[in-house]
């Protein structure tokens, strides 16, 4: 299954949905222009919802490490939303896990964005 | 159980990723390994063949990828060799070091060697090849490890 993301907002705080893979090729693209394209238009305040990722390889874990440092240098916020345990433990072993501000509840993480 | 061996040789793309990892799935589903084995095998092999495709082959037309299952009693062993340079394996980075942390690529042998029981490397100038070795681990074996 290919990677799709759909957004909204909420408070402020710009939901990106993603389901599918986050891998090498269309998966990271998509991400990578989503994210851009979120930028562009002034939202940088952006929490990627991982909750139907069911996959992600090393070039994905680049390109959220990619989208957190993005939005970060422009002075925004990136943080991620209900991961799966596949993606948890990749985090965990890559010591992303610490990096990344992780939130498992939508509504606490969308009231943690600074205002 | 006599040894299986099945091998194919496949062009520089990404769809040869694509097929490496779904072959490596099936071997160690029909291996019988449990789901969450299967997944680290399949992605570690995705792994190889990224770094084969990618870095070792450069996407160049004229070079193969060749990717080698072979499954005895003991071990799922895996064979994946690019026509590349030759990767130089000082220069790979501890993708766990504070100053490493937020670069974007560099993850894909750590994940490897975490995946996997043995992993060998051995670049030359005509290419790399990487084996990656699985043990199979018997209902036996399994209960003697969670005692």
Do not use: W
């Amino acid at each position: 299954m290919s990677m799709k993301t759909s957004t909204r907002q909420v408070d402020g705080v710009t939901i990106v949905d993603c389901s599918g893979r986050i891998t090498l090729g269309e998966g990271s693209v998509i991400l990578r222009d989503t994210v851009r394209d979120l930028l562009g238009k002034g939202n940088k305040k952006i929490l990627l919802n991982l909750g139907d990722v069911n996959y992600i390889d090393s070039s994905g874990i680049g390109e959220l490490v990619s989208a957190y440092t993005t939005v970060k240098n422009q002075g925004g916020e990136l943080k991620l939303l209900n991961l799966t345990k596949k993606v948890h433990d990749l985090l965990q072993i890559t010591k992303l896990y610490t990096v990344f501000d992780v939130k498992d509840d939508e509504a606490a993480a969308v009231k943690s964005f600074s205002k | 159980m006599t040894a299986q061996r099945v091998s194919y040789t496949l062009d520089s793309t990404l769809d040869t990723v694509n097929s490496a990892e779904e072959a490596a799935s099936q071997m160690a589903t029909e291996a019988g390994f449990g789901d969450e084995e299967v997944m680290k095998i399949a992605m570690a092999v995705r792994e190889a063949a990224v770094n084969a495709v990618l870095h070792g082959n450069a996407y160049d037309p004229g070079k193969k990828v060749t990717v080698d299952f072979e499954r005895t009693a003991q071990d799922l062993v895996i064979t994946i060799r690019d026509q590349g340079k030759g990767m130089d394996l000082a220069k790979v980075p501890d993708p766990l070091a504070p100053e490493n942390l937020l670069k974007t690529s560099g993850r894909g042998i750590f994940l490897i060697r975490s995946f996997m029981d043995e992993v060998e490397i051995n670049p030359s100038t005509t290419g790399t090849e990487i084996k990656l070795i699985k043990h199979v681990r018997t209902a036996a074996d399994a209960k003697e490890a969670s005692q």
